[in-house]
């Protein structure tokens, strides 16, 4: 299963890229149990999505996106969503730029 918020083993959370799989650094859940983007190093994005919300790849709740990822996209270049989500969806799932 494609997890977008993984558990640590010291009962942090960390998110996860949906681009590249990449994962932030620990940090906790705030009072509503969810991760607060000022939280993070500056620099990830969250697509905002309620926590019991099912995304077709399976996963749940909000999408984030890495500083890495976040620059190449502001820049225009089109990114492939990590391989584990788009086998699951069974499409290309592309993404150029955030106008796109």
Request: net charge positive.
């Amino acid at each position: 299963m494609i997890a977008n918020v993984v558990s640590t083993s010291t009962g942090g959370v960390r998110v996860v890229c949906e681009f590249c799989g990449r994962k932030s650094r620990a940090v906790t859940l705030n009072p509503r149990g969810r991760v607060s983007l000022f939280d993070l190093a500056p620099g990830w994005t969250e697509a905002p999505y309620s926590p019991s919300f099912v995304h077709v790849d399976g996963s749940v709740g909000s999408l984030w996106t890495c500083p890495a990822c976040t620059r190449k996209l502001d820049r225009g270049e089109s990114l492939t969503r990590h391989p584990d989500r788009t086998s699951l969806v069974g499409a290309s799932s592309r993404v150029t730029g955030w106008l796109a």
